[in-house]
């Protein structure tokens, strides 16, 4: 893998390569490559698409940096838009070449599975996203990039347009390191359940999204 120790600034890669093979899916097939947080332990997915004519992505390459969340995706929950978004992600990069880094541990925004739970269940009296993780004492946003950062560097991406509405993972993105040439909006999977939340995300959150977000469904 790369992973420029230079004299000036040594640094060490967030990740480790484990493995990498071909996973055909609903929306495409698709070569997988399995890296482990060395920080936090966690399994890495980088979902990898070549680009029309069949080369491998490069910089320039559209990019999707997922979080993942159960509840969105493996359940079809209708309170966040995680499952349309990762479905548009890999349904883009199966057309246009690219990479969707799936990264774990980021449940509910780093809280954990069973915090996001008690998350939902405070915004059942009435608070939204941001001020239920207040409530439990937990941050509103505690991901991390820096891995994903890395699985790009080792995948030869160091520029990347960016299918995201959120501009702390561009800035945590250049960060680390990855140039981000462009961002291309993601804005699918809204509904009645989850208006107040994204209307939460932009208002409160600075994610770039659409100031009238009702009926978009
Ligand atoms: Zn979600």
New binding site residues.
């Given amino acids: 893998m790369t992973d420029a120790h230079s004299p000036d600034s040594p640094r060490v890669s967030h990740v480790t390569f484990e493995v990498e093979t071909t996973v055909p899916t609903s929306h495409g097939t698709f070569r997988m490559r399995a890296y482990t947080d060395v920080q936090t332990g966690a399994d890495h997915i980088a979902i990898v698409a070549s680009e029309p004519d069949g080369a491998a992505p490069s910089d320039g390459a559209l990019v999707r940096v997922h979080?993942e969340?159960l509840?969105?995706?493996a359940f079809g929950?209708l309170?966040?838009?995680?499952?349309p978004q990762l479905d548009a992600a890999l349904d883009t990069i199966r057309d246009h070449g690219g990479v969707v880094v799936y990264l774990r541990g980021h449940e509910?925004r780093g809280i954990g599975l069973i915090n996001k739970l008690r998350a939902y269940r405070l915004q059942e009296d009435g608070l939204d996203t941001l001020d239920a993780n207040l409530a439990l004492g937990l941050p509103a946003d505690s991901r991390q990039y820096g891995a994903a950062a890395d699985m790009l560097r080792d995948l030869g991406v160091t520029s990347v347009r960016l299918l995201s509405n959120n501009p702390e993972k561009r800035r945590q993105l250049v960060q680390h390191g990855i140039e981000v040439l462009e961002s291309v909006p993601l804005v699918v999977g809204v509904g009645a359940f989850n208006e107040g939340y994204l209307d939460t995300k932009r208002d409160r959150m600075g994610h770039e999204l659409p100031g009238q977000l009702h009926g978009d469904a």
């Avoid at 309170?79 to 499952?83: I, N």
């Fill in positions: 979080s969340c509840t969105g995706e929950s309170k966040c838009e995680c499952g509910g």
